[in-house]
């Protein structure tokens, strides 16, 4: 992929993240609510946004950037796959190698 071919990817992700957010901010759910889900996937998309940017952008791989996304990531997507233990592993993300 040339740089170009990133630079237009950023940027279609960027507009993309712009009108999910507003969705997120906009949604009336509360952590008790019925739609409290609903709200929770526009935020894993949100996230998922933040982690191709994260990919995409130019230059070296921010770790920081990384681990950040993926917290988020597993954290929003546990309640959904609650067997899979996944905000337990986020604890390992931070760890030092």
Not at 2 to 15: F, G, K, L, V
């Amino acid at each position: 992929m040339n740089t170009a071919q990133r630079q237009a990817i950023i940027e279609t992700s960027w507009a993309l993240h712009a009108e999910v957010e507003r969705s997120v901010l906009a949604h009336p759910a509360s952590r008790h609510d019925a739609q409290w889900r609903d709200k929770q996937r526009l935020l894993l998309a949100d996230m998922a946004l933040h982690l191709l940017q994260t990919a995409l952008n130019p230059g070296e791989l921010k770790i920081d950037k990384l681990q950040n996304n993926l917290h988020a990531i597993l954290t929003i997507c546990d309640q959904f796959l609650p067997h899979a233990e996944l905000k337990q592993a986020t604890n390992k993300l931070y760890s030092v190698i």
